[in-house]
């Protein structure tokens, strides 16, 4: 089931909207302002991360350009549909600097606004290229990583598996997405997988933090994960 958080000021919109979603067997919660969504995807990202958010640009205390942009500054990469009544490319490109992911102008049809949730679910924005989770400093563009203060070094698959388990934090990556991810489906039957692992580890959770907390973790039976054990 899709999960999507819905910020919108308009009860009576929002109403039609939670209601609607529900019938395409959509979970839609909702918040009336860009605080309380992020308060909402706070709470949420201990159990589950929505899959998708929907934003109004007008709303009370935190419009939905500002919510964005404290979002991708945080690190949440989760695909945003922006709802708004204007429809200047000016509007837009405003948008798009702050990491919204797709537009639909006001008043919409309901039937193009589940397909296009649904096409953004089975996504993740790559429009964040810095992500800063537990004290690991990562930059996927320049390819840097600070622990500390201290420089890791990781190889091209390294940054693969990092940047797959950091974008999925704290969900549970299983070894058949791992392995796709990287190496598609031409991955070699072979432990590659285990050794490269094992050398990201030796760098991010090595005897050089040995009084940090782990941050990669296996999960037994089900894959692997990044960040606090108890998420």
Partial sequence: MITVLLVEDDLDLATTVVDYLEL????CDHAANGIAGLQLIEQQKQYHPFDVIILDVN???MDGLTMCKQMREQGINTPVLMLTARDTLEDKLSGFDVGIDDYMVKPF????????????????TGQINKLI???LEVDFSSKTAL???LRLQFTP?????????MRKSPEIVSKEQLKQAIWGDDFPQSNSLKVHLYNLRQQIDGPQFEAEIKLIHTISGQGFSFGLKNE
């Fill in 24 to 27: 395409e067997n959509m979970q």
């Fill in 59 to 61: 709303m009370p205390r």
């Fill in 109 to 124: 049809e309901m039937l193009e606004l589940v397909a296009r949730l649904k096409v953004l679910s089975n996504r993740r």
């Fill in 133 to 135: 989770l537990h004290g």
């Fill in 147 to 149: 622990r500390n203060n």
């Fill in 157 to 165: 698959t390294g940054w693969k598996i990092l940047e797959v388990l």
